[in-house]
């Protein structure tokens, strides 16, 4: 009972009830208008067609366009509204020109050693032209001096950041989806106020629609008062706005411009298996020191400062303002961010060039597989040229909906001779890719529309790092505890269930 009531009265079922009321509104306003007159309505069907026109036409996703196709046919008043609401990943003319002024900044800021490249040439043209397009497509570049060290839960990592946080004497730099109240936050928190009170720099963003569930509205004001900066990215409001549908997925921690972590790691305490929510959560992260995270504090102040309107000095943030020693070397590191707004998808062809060019094997971990046609075209390709690919996905789901989409794409990547395994002890939501012993990446980005369109995301790939081999072992390890998916579990499902899913993949891009 008080669960059902923490939602009903809860600000995500009080703001989404009166987004949905707004659409109503909207759907019924302009029904009445097609209703009542014959031209309105010839109208309406001819913008229909006119927009269907426009996406077709779209460089974007084919999936994408088919999904929103089949609506706006099926329904044209509603699949309009619909489209204008959440169909597109652009944002209003201001906030573009904001954005882009502060991107500029932070691209002046981008210093690029062109020996590294030049290095790793000459060690693997492969690797290097991976990296040469996370460097021209994505602006970060390669970097060399700049060690690795990978996290294959949360409840390793968690000591870290901590360690990291006493250890903060100029700045601390936080960017999360999720934050909760908990052990994890709370211990996380009173760090922050004790730094700041110390004379630290310490900001911190967090996305309210992440976090929209888990804490209250304004909270960045009670973060205010025990001295910690904060802002919150699109603030979850009672009005339907194209912006909603954008989110800062990015997980970043930087301290001093020296020591950087990322991967899926959020601030809660399922992240840390405080709490079991879904079995045990097995979440990774990726902890850099060195050169590559200036990068990070990059991305961090680039976001900061759009959401701040405001600029300031990015160079007194760089790793070598407060490191005396020389950083040491660890194979070739560079981290990445992407962004929904400039209309190329880092993060999706990042793990499309992985996959591409493998020769032995990729092993993946994702929380969602769903994938759009390249990208399983992809996977069934590199198989079929006897390419080891193996995918861990969950056994025990946070969204069951997603679940059974995800389960979707199992029978024909089986087939191909790709493995699947579910985690059977639990919730998988770690998002990392290792290849041949050599190329690895971890970050943020699942496989899903979402996450590889519409959020912002980040990673770290590497190469010949010492984390790849961590990867892998933790890969390794991870099969040995999973349960392998055979065709046989695809094939048995019932009518009604794969008729479902079959329906939910004409609209996976939607969801």
Not at 82 to 100: E, N, Q
Request: proline share 4%; glycine share 6%.
């Amino acid at each position: 009972m008080k669960k059902i009531l923490h939602l009903i009265f809860g600000r995500l079922f009080i703001v989404g009830i009166s987004i949905v009321l707004q659409v109503l509104w909207l759907v019924f306003v302009m029904w009445q208008m097609s209703y009542q007159f014959t031209y309105a309505n010839l109208l309406l069907r001819g913008i229909a067609i006119l927009v269907v026109l426009v996406i077709v036409n779209k460089w974007t996703n084919p999936a994408n366009k088919l999904s929103w196709t089949f609506l706006i046919l099926l329904s044209p008043l509603f699949g309009l509204i619909v489209y204008f609401l959440f169909g597109r990943s652009g944002i209003t003319r201001g906030v573009r020109k904001r954005m882009d002024a502060v991107n500029e900044e932070v691209t002046a800021c981008t210093d690029r050693d062109e020996e590294v490249p030049k290095l790793l040439k000459q060690q693997d043209i492969s690797a290097y032209r991976q990296s040469v397009y996370i460097d021209k497509c994505a602006g970060f570049p390669l970097y060399q001096r700049t060690a690795t060290k990978y996290y294959k839960c949360g409840e390793d990592m968690f000591p870290d950041m901590l360690e990291a946080l006493r250890s903060a004497e100029h700045f601390i730099f936080m960017e999360y989806f999720i934050v909760e109240e908990g052990e994890m936050f709370n211990r996380i928190a009173d760090l922050l106020e004790e730094k700041a009170k110390a004379g630290v720099d310490v900001r911190f963003i967090y996305d309210d629609v992440g976090s929209v569930s888990t804490l209250p509205p304004n909270y960045y004001k009670k973060l205010e008062a025990r001295g910690i900066k904060c802002v919150a990215f699109n603030p979850f409001l009672p009005l339907i706005s194209v912006v909603m549908n954008n989110r800062d997925h990015r997980k970043i921690f930087v301290v001093d411009g020296k020591v950087g972590f990322t991967g899926g790691i959020n601030l809660a305490d399922e992240y840390v298996n405080r709490v079991e929510r879904f079995g045990y959560w097995k979440d990774c992260g990726i902890r850099i020191e060195g050169e590559g995270v200036w990068s990070f504090t990059l991305m961090f102040l680039e976001m900061w400062n759009y959401i701040k309107q405001s600029t300031e000095d990015y160079n007194c943030f760089k790793p070598g303002v407060y490191q005396t020693q020389e950083f040491s070397q660890d194979g070739y590191v560079q981290p990445y961010g992407d962004t929904p707004l400039d209309h190329e998808n880092v993060g999706e062809n990042i793990y499309l060039n992985i996959i591409s060019r493998a020769k032995d094997y990729v092993y993946i971990f994702t929380p969602y597989l769903i994938i759009d046609h390249e990208m399983l075209i992809c996977l069934s390709n590199a198989a079929k040229n006897g390419v080891d690919v193996r995918i861990v996905t969950p056994g025990i789901p946070d969204k069951k909906t997603v679940y059974l989409l995800s389960q979707s794409y199992y029978e024909p990547l089986i087939r191909a001779g790709v493995k699947i395994y579910q985690y059977t002890p639990g919730f998988i939501h770690s998002k990392c890719f290792v290849c041949d012993d050599e190329i690895a990446t971890v970050g943020t980005v699942n496989l899903d529309f979402r996450s590889l369109f519409l959020h912002f995301e980040c990673g770290v790939w590497m190469y010949r790092s010492k984390a790849v081999m961590e990867v892998k072992e933790d890969c390794l390890e991870t099969f040995a505890c999973s349960e392998e998916i055979s065709l046989e579990f695809c094939r048995s499902r019932n009518v009604t269930v794969r008729a479902i899913q079959g329906i939910m993949r004409l609209f996976a891009p939607l969801l």
